[in-house]
């Protein structure tokens, strides 16, 4: 997986500041399926991982995927459901 991929998909680019992070600087990607208020979406690893993951956000046990392949059947699948 690559972070054009991500883009491909909808997928927006979070930048983090050196003064916001406290330390370097980095990227990640988010998709909302609803809207930023809702705490529904998928995130990706940052920057400084060699392989890039795609996790929905704030679980208990980490849900993670690794193929962009499964990410797009995942959001269309929860796509397809959203009424």
Same mark, same amino acid.
């Given at each position: 997986?690559?972070? !054009?991929?991500?883009?491909?998909?909808?997928? !927006?680019?979070?930048?983090?500041?050196?003064?916001?992070?406290?330390?370097?600087?980095?990227?990640?990607?988010?998709?909302?399926?609803?809207?930023?208020?809702?705490?529904?979406?998928?995130?990706?690893?940052?920057?400084?991982?060699?392989?890039?993951?795609?996790?929905?956000?704030?679980?208990?046990?980490?849900?993670?995927?690794?193929?962009?392949?499964?990410?797009?059947?995942?959001?269309?699948?929860?796509? !397809?459901?959203? !009424?």
């Amino acid at each position: 997986m690559k972070f !054009k991929d991500l883009e491909l998909l909808g997928f !927006k680019k979070e930048c983090v500041s050196f003064e916001e992070s406290g330390g370097d600087e980095y990227f990640y990607y988010t998709y909302d399926f609803f809207d930023e208020l809702d705490d529904f979406c998928l995130i990706s690893s940052d920057n400084s991982v060699k392989k890039i993951f795609v996790e929905i956000f704030n679980t208990r046990n980490p849900i993670m995927y690794y193929k962009i392949s499964e990410v797009k059947m995942f959001i269309d699948i929860i796509k !397809k459901g959203i !009424k």
